[in-house]
């Protein structure tokens, strides 16, 4: 078995993206770190031709048992599955460690085992408070609040109680011992399936992190987000506005989630990933600051109907 890997799952409308990961990918990878992609095997032919393939495996994502055919809870199938692939991928037998990756990552230094991996062999997990997106009002009114409550449901599931919320969003490394063990002795003595924790609550890294903190199966090392995550359109726009560069970035994170809905698009199949660079445009621009005029008003009315 591996030491540590990649495990990229992606899909059709997200090879562009991937394609852009897979480049940063060999041009920051110190210590030739193996990647496994898990798409759809008619997909296959098509990445290879535009990607170098070495240290990368591909799997079809059709040889994964578990996979549903039917929204749950008014999430569709594909994105379900992709979860349930993560959460599963250890049954393979291939590895001892998997960070999970998604297409809109992307690399912006050097990085090796270290990075992810601590002296005593044991992954780095990533669990954090979210003290700033809970205190920021639009996040907290669009996705907070419902994200909150399914996190509970997942606490309640495995009996583990705890006045902070510590988990992440993605970009977690999962660890084989964790996951064989919430199998054998949480999914197994429940007749659950992965389908059922989906069903239960969608968010598979906090299944992951949550059971972790409540069994102890293997050491805690805490760290905070090795990628750093742009959540929403606004806390994009401006970071950059502030004077944000890749430079800045590279002190503190391996790598960058950059949402298509509000990146650049020429940014896409860039060539040389050197001279990558984040940006905004006069839209993405626009509607910030349309976003800021709206919650004006609101202020305005607000104060208003207090006095």
Known sequence: ??????????YQ????YAVRLIQSFHHFNCDNIKMFIVMPEKLFGELRTRVNCSNITFMTEEACPYLVNKSINGIAPGYINQEIIKL????????ENYFCLDSDGIFIRQFGYDDFLCQDGYPYTVLFEDCDLKADPDY???????REKSLEKIKD??????NRTITCHGFQIFNYQVLKHMKEHFMDANMYTYESLMTISPYEFSWYNFYLQKSNVIPIHICGEMFKCFH???QYVLSILGGLKLDDLRRSYVGIILNSNYTKGKDINFGDISKFHINITLK???YVTREFFYSFLKSIKSIKNSK
């Open 1 to 10: 078995m591996e030491k540590f890997v990649f495990l990229l799952k992606t």
């Open 157 to 162: 599931e495995l009996n583990f109680y705890n």
């Open 284 to 286: 993405q621009y626009l």
């Open 140 to 146: 907290y009114e669009k996705f907070w609040q419902l």
């Open 232 to 234: 929403t359109p606004k």
């Open 88 to 95: 599963s991928f250890w049954e393979n037998n291939l590895c």
């Open 13 to 16: 409308n997200d090879l562009q």
